[in-house]
């Protein structure tokens, strides 16, 4: 059974229902994992996309903060979730497709804008965050299994728009994108976005601040979409969707889509 995923954060999902409609409609994924959704699970508007046949739903969330969802045609396991770094977040839920793929879905907290844990408590509980991830992977191998969603961290120089302008920027720094390295190697994942497009400048996610995002350019990727190897090499068809960055009242990220014949 092939099918389509993708990963979007929607930076409230009450604020951009009419946006996930949107995408629903144009795109048509089988699966769509949402992170920021901004509500509790009570709060998602899930009547209009059940309308659009996205009837199965595996989210947690909380009111006004983090939350992550699984939208999906397919029928779906729930699977539980994770809280790392006992932080007492909803950012990880875990679903099973009925051909016994397993998505996880994360949202690894941003860490704050100093690169310092002893300055900054929220980057030190990023790095313990992803530190967990690492030792869960280490201790439980995943087999046939998607892992998506905004991890916060650019790893490559060619994932953001100046290398050495960031490297002491929050999601950048050669700290962070150590950690996530170590995330990637303990649990044999490949990304599989940089295996269907392995060169050049590829970006998920443009701030705010920017007058002008499109043309200024000065994006980071910041989501991802991973797989273990069983079934990395069935999955094609990568892409960002750029031009959801642009439609109204956007989020800042950009989703990100693959296809895997499994």
């Keep these: 059974m092939g099918f389509t995923l993708a990963t979007w954060n929607i930076n409230s999902v009450r604020l951009r229902a009419a946006l996930v409609e949107q995408l629903l409609r144009a795109e048509?994924?089988?699966?769509?994992?949402?992170?920021?959704?901004?509500?509790?699970?009570?709060?998602?508007?899930?009547?209009?996309?059940?309308?659009?046949?996205?009837?199965?739903v595996v989210a947690r969330g909380q009111k006004g903060y983090n939350g992550v969802a699984i939208l999906s045609k397919l029928p779906l396991t729930d699977l539980g979730d994770?809280?790392?770094?006992?932080?007492?977040?909803?950012?990880?839920?875990?679903?099973?497709?009925?051909?016994?793929v397993v998505i996880h879905n994360f949202y690894v907290p941003?860490?704050?804008?100093?690169?310092?844990?002893?300055?900054?408590?929220?980057?030190?509980?990023?790095?313990?965050?992803?530190?967990?991830?690492?030792?869960?992977?280490?201790?439980?191998?995943?087999?046939?299994?998607?892992?998506?969603?905004?991890?916060?961290?650019?790893?490559?120089?060619?994932?953001?728009?100046?290398?050495?302008?960031?490297l002491k920027i929050v999601s950048h720094t050669p700290v962070e994108v150590e950690a996530l390295a170590e995330v990637q190697e303990a649990g044999g994942w490949v990304d599989v976005t940089?295996?269907?497009?392995?060169?050049?400048?590829?970006y998920s996610w443009w701030s705010y601040r920017a007058k002008d995002w499109d043309a200024a350019d000065k994006g980071r990727r910041l989501d991802h979409v991973w797989a273990?190897?069983?079934?990395?090499?069935?999955a094609h068809s990568s892409k960002v969707l750029r031009a959801a960055r642009g439609w109204e009242q956007p989020s800042d990220h950009a989703p990100v889509f693959a296809s895997f014949d499994v």
Excluded at 82 to 100: C, T, Y
Excluded at 140 to 160: Q, T, W
Excluded at 194 to 202: C, S, Y
Aim: aromatic share 6%; proline share 7%; with cysteine.
């Design 28 to 56: 048509s994924p089988d699966v769509l994992c949402l992170q920021e959704c901004k509500a509790p699970v009570d709060k998602l508007p899930l009547e209009g996309f059940a309308a659009l046949g996205y009837g199965h």
């Design 228 to 234: 273990t190897p069983d079934i990395a090499g069935a």
């Design 110 to 166: 941003a860490g704050g804008d100093i690169p310092d844990r002893e300055q900054n408590e929220k980057f030190g509980q990023k790095l313990d965050y992803l530190a967990e991830m690492r030792d869960w992977f280490r201790a439980a191998p995943p087999e046939r299994s998607v892992l998506v969603g905004d991890l916060n961290i650019a790893p490559r120089e060619d994932d953001v728009w100046d290398h050495k302008k960031l």
């Design 82 to 100: 994770r809280d790392f770094a006992g932080l007492g977040h909803a950012r990880h839920v875990a679903a099973q497709l009925d051909n016994g």
């Design 194 to 202: 940089r295996a269907d497009i392995p060169q050049g400048k590829l």
